[in-house]
């Protein structure tokens, strides 16, 4: 599909918003102070209870921009005019926005002289939404990316400036592969400004047959199914990993399950317990096994499943269900 070659944008550093709130969007925003342009404003999600205490913490874009001195903005809503005032007040010549968690309004994309561009971790069309990362791991797509998109009101619909592809490994996880793609568009917004300024970047609209959507992973997507494939399982322990995680339970008691390997199995009831030796128990899934590598019990810490099999006299017949 043939893009539209977008005006260049002016050679002087741009004054540059930037919306985001976790761990992935302080790798983005570091990599923008750092960089030729002027980051002159901050927006996250409010501060959030944590923790046992429930003590109020601040989100890592918050702290990274405090450590730079940086106006931080952390508006509750966007439907009162108050947080558009705050963003207008700031004259942002661009706005980038990256997981910062909230749609924002026509009237706050309209503000940035040269709009508003998301850094989103999925090669758009696929994985519209909110989860795209896991999403990606649990359909077991081989390679996921960055998009670097203009903005529109409906979330993720806006035109594709410029992509960078990603692996996906047989032992990503949700973590590991968040940390990947984090790097990865930090590199992909600094390519695709430069590209911009030097009048060389174009748009194109997304393909509409192409679209998929990534809705929020819930903490009921953590329960395990065996009825399932051996292999959907397998990538569920990795993409849910570390919240909400893969569960199951034994004897009514809670149990995490934090990485386990495919193997063949003689067909069994699924959920039933077939052998037990040194490399943990193998489990019988609606297709193939599960062998079970490590495990976290309720109220214990993470270990081997092996050890956990052996402490807990797991044996060969028992059914693990919720």
């Known amino acids: 599909m043939s893009g539209v070659l977008l005006p260049a944008l002016p050679p002087a550093p741009l004054r540059v918003v930037f919306l985001g709130t976790p761990e992935f969007a302080a790798t983005i925003l570091h990599a923008l102070i750092v960089g030729r342009d002027d980051v002159v404003g901050v927006f996250s999600r409010p501060d959030a209870s944590r923790g046992r205490g429930l003590a109020q913490t601040a989100p890592p874009t918050k702290r990274l921009a405090i450590e ?11 439907k009162n005019g108050q947080a558009i ?21 026509q009237a706050a994309l309209d503000v940035p002289r040269f709009g508003c561009i998301n850094v989103h971790a999925s090669l758009l069309p696929r994985w519209r939404g909110a989860d795209p990362i896991r999403r990606a791991i649990l359909e077991g797509d081989e390679t996921t990316g960055v998009t670097i998109m203009q903005m529109v009101l409906e979330m993720d619909a ?10 996906i490994t047989p032992d990503d996880t ?16 600094g390519e695709a400004l430069a590209l911009w300024r030097a009048g060389r970047l174009e748009s194109r609209a997304q393909e509409a047959e192409r679209v998929t959507f990534a809705p929020p992973v819930q903490k009921s997507d953590g329960r395990i199914d065996w009825t399932c494939a051996a292999a959907i399982i397998e990538r569920a322990t990795r993409a849910l990993a570390p919240w909400p995680c893969a569960t199951t339970a034994r ?12 193997e063949e199995a003689p067909a069994a009831r699924a959920g039933t317990v ?26 214990k810490r993470r270990m081997a499943a092996a050890d956990w099999a052996r402490g807990a006299r797991v044996e060969p017949g028992e059914i693990l269900a919720d």
Do not use: F
């Open 85 to 105: 005032d705050a963003l207008r007040a700031l004259q942002p010549d661009l706005a980038v926005v990256a997981a910062y968690g909230r749609l924002l309004p």
């Open 274 to 299: 077939i052998s037990v030796d040194r490399d943990g128990p193998l489990i019988a899934t609606g297709e193939g096994g599960l062998r079970l590598i490590e495990v976290q019990a309720a109220g």
């Open 174 to 189: 949700g973590d590991s592969l968040e940390e990947n793609l984090a790097a990865l568009g930090a590199e992909t917004l």
């Open 158 to 167: 806006g035109d594709i400036l410029h992509q960078r592809p990603q692996a």
């Open 251 to 262: 004897a009514g008691q809670l149990l995490k399950v934090w990485r386990a390997r495919v």
């Open 68 to 78: 730079n001195g940086i106006p931080v903005h952390q508006p509750h809503t966007w």
